[in-house]
C-alpha cells in the first residue's frame, strides 16, 4: 500500500509561489476520536517505571481499536515498556505528568518489522511507537516519551566514538553498507533482514504506510536514531512537539515519502537535522518512486542541529512543493538554516521550495546551503535537479556565508530568487557554483546591497 503515491502538483508557475497554501491547507486535517477512554492502568500498567507495562499497554490498544476507536490514556507518573504498535482510530493520550519510559533491551524490539532505515526498506528492529497500515492515529498529550538512548545504549551503535563506541566494540558499518547493497541490488525486502547482531538502531516513532496521523504536545527525549519519521503516509500533522535528543542521527522530524505534511509550532533541539523532508536513498529510492509533496512548516524554534530545515540527502523519490515561514531558527550548533543537500547517487528532483519569513540569529556555516557535493558528490551516475526555490523575508544576524549554492556543470541548480532578506556579520563571500537563474531583489550582506 504506497498511500502517498500521485499526490497532486500544485502548481506549475504562478504569479506568487505561495497562492496554492491555503488549498493545501484545507486538506490537511487531524483526525478526530470517538469520545470513549481506554486507561492503561485498569489493563494491568504499573507506575514506578520499573515493571514492564507492554502488555496491558497493548491490551488498552486493542480493546480501543475493537471498540471503534477513542483515547488510550497514559496516566501520571512513569510506565515501562518496549515497543508499542498503534492500531487504527486510537489516540495514545499522554497526561501531564505521564512519561513512557522505552526499555534499552534490543530483544524486545524483535521480531522484525517492515521499516525504512536511512531510506531504503528493510526488515528491523521495531521503531518504538510504530504502525503499520493504518488509519486515523495520534500520539497526543503534555507527556513525555522516554527512549532512554545514551553513550552506553543504543547511541554506541553509530560506531563513533562521540557517543561511546571504542574500538573492540559491535557497530552498523557492516550491516548499514550491507543493506544499502542489497538496496542497489533489488533483493525482495523479506530477503532483507536485519535486527539482532546488526546494530540498526529502529526510529523513535514510525507510521508506515498509515493515513490521517496526528502528533501533538508531546515531549520526546533520547532517542536511539530519527525521532518522528512518518514512511510513504498521507494528511500528517505534527503540532507542539518538544523535540530535545542530542544522540547521533537524532533528526527531529523525517517526513520520509510522505504527502499533505503539516508541521507547527515544534521546538527542536537535535543531534542531526532538525526537520528533514527525505524520499527514499538511491537505487530504492527510486524503486519505490514516491516523492514527498506538499508540506507545510510553521511557526518552528529550532536551537542545535546540522540543519534547521532541509531536504535530503535521502529524495531519490524526489521533493516537490515544501512550504516554510514564520519560524525562528539561532544557535551557535547550527551548521545550516536552509539546507537541501544531495549528489550523484541520489538523483530525483527538489522543486518548488517556498521560505518566508524566518527569523535566525545566528548559525554556524551558510543561511542557505544547497549541496551538490553531498558524501559521494558527483560519483555516480545521476545528475539531480533543484530548481524554483523562492526566499522572501530572510534575516540572519550572524553566519559564516550567507548563500553556499554549489551545483555540477553537468547539472546546475536552478531558478533561485531571493526578496528582501537581510544577511548581517557574515564572514566570507558567497559561493555560488553552476547556478543559472539566480535572482536578487532587495537583498543586502553587511549592510551592502547583494547582486547576483
Not at 475493537?66 to 497526561?95: C, D, Y
Not at 542497489?184 to 508506515?208: H, M, N, T, W
Not at 542521527?249 to 507547527?264: A, F, K, Q, T
Not at 556565508?401 to 556579520?425: K, M, N, W
Request: a neutral charge.
Amino acid at each position: 500500500m504506497t498511500l502517498a503515491a500521485g499526490m497532486p502538483r500544485l502548481r506549475g508557475a504562478p504569479a506568487d509561489p505561495w497562492d496554492d497554501l491555503p488549498e493545501l491547507l484545507a486538506r490537511i486535517r487531524p483526525p478526530v476520536f470517538p469520545d470513549r477512554l481506554f486507561d492503561i492502568t485498569h489493563y494491568g500498567a504499573v507506575t514506578g517505571g520499573r515493571r514492564d507495562s507492554r502488555e496491558a499497554i497493548a491490551k488498552a490498544i486493542a480493546a480501543c481499536n475493537e471498540a471503534g476507536g477513542g483515547v488510550v490514556l497514559v496516566p501520571a507518573g512513569q510506565f515501562l515498556t518496549g515497543p508499542i504498535h498503534l492500531k487504527s482510530n486510537v489516540n495514545l493520550h499522554l497526561s501531564a505528568g505521564a512519561t513512557l519510559l522505552f526499555s534499552r533491551d534490543p530483544k524486545l524490539y524483535l521480531p522484525a518489522v517492515y521499516t525504512r532505515w536511512e531510506g531504503v526498506e528493510c526488515m528491523n528492529y521495531s521503531p518504538f511507537v510504530y504502525a503499520d497500515g493504518q488509519e486515523n492515529i495520534a500520539i497526543t498529550g503534555e507527556g513525555m516519551l522516554d527512549g532512554q538512548a545514551d553513550d552506553r545504549n543504543w547511541w554506541p551503535w553509530q560506531g563513533g566514538k562521540a557517543h561511546g563506541w571504542s574500538a573492540g566494540m559491535p557497530n552498523a558499518r557492516a550491516a548499514r553498507q550491507r543493506l544499502f547493497e542489497m538496496g542497489e541490488k533489488d533483493v525482495p525486502i523479506a530477503e532483507r533482514v536485519f535486527g539482532e547482531g546488526s546494530y540498526l538502531r529502529p526510529s523513535f516513532i514510525q507510521p508506515c504506510r498509515s493515513r490521517n496521523i496526528l502528533i501533538e504536545d508531546v515531549t520526546i527525549v533520547n532517542s536511539p536514531m530519527y525521532e518522528i519519521n512518518p514512511v510513504l503516509c498521507t494528511n500528517v500533522t505534527v503540532r507542539g512537539a518538544k523535540i530535545s535528543s542530542r544522540g547521533p542521527n537524532n533528526d527531529g522530524c523525517d517526513p520520509d515519502s510522505c504527502g499533505d505534511v503539516l508541521i507547527e509550532n515544534c521546538t527542536f533541539n537535535t543531534g542531526d537535522d532538525c526537520i528533514a523532508i527525505k524520499s527514499g536513498r538511491n537505487r530504492d529510492g527510486r524503486r519505490v518512486g514516491v516523492p514527498s509533496a506538499n508540506v507545510v512548516i510553521r511557526g518552528c524554534r529550532m536551537q542545535d542541529g546540522h540543519g534547521g530545515i532541509t531536504i535530503g540527502s535521502e529524495m531519490s523519490g524526489g521533493v516537490r512543493n515544501v512550504y516554510g515561514e514564520n519560524c525562528r531558527l539561532s544557535s551557535p550548533r547550527l551548521n545550516e538554516a536552509l539546507r537541501l543537500k544531495t549528489n550523484a547517487m541520489r538523483g530525483g528532483a527538489i522543486e518548488h521550495v517556498c521560505f518566508r519569513n524566518i527569523a535566525i540569529g545566528q548559525v554556524a556555516d551558510a543561511v542557505l546551503q544547497i549541496d551538490f557535493q553531498y558524501e559521494e558528490g558527483e560519483n555516480g551516475p545521476e545528475r539531480p535537479v533543484v530548481r524554483d526555490i523562492d526566499l522572501r523575508g530572510i534575516f540572519c544576524g550572524k553566519s559564516r556565508y550567507a548563500l553556499q549554492l554549489r551545483g555540477f556543470a553537468s547539472a546546475p541548480i536552478r531558478d533561485v530568487h531571493l526578496e528582501d532578506c537581510t544577511f548581517r556579520d557574515v564572514l566570507l563571500p558567497d559561493v555560488v557554483e553552476h547556478v543559472v537563474g539566480l535572482e536578487l531583489s532587495r537583498v543586502t550582506l553587511n549592510g551592502k546591497p547583494l547582486t547576483a
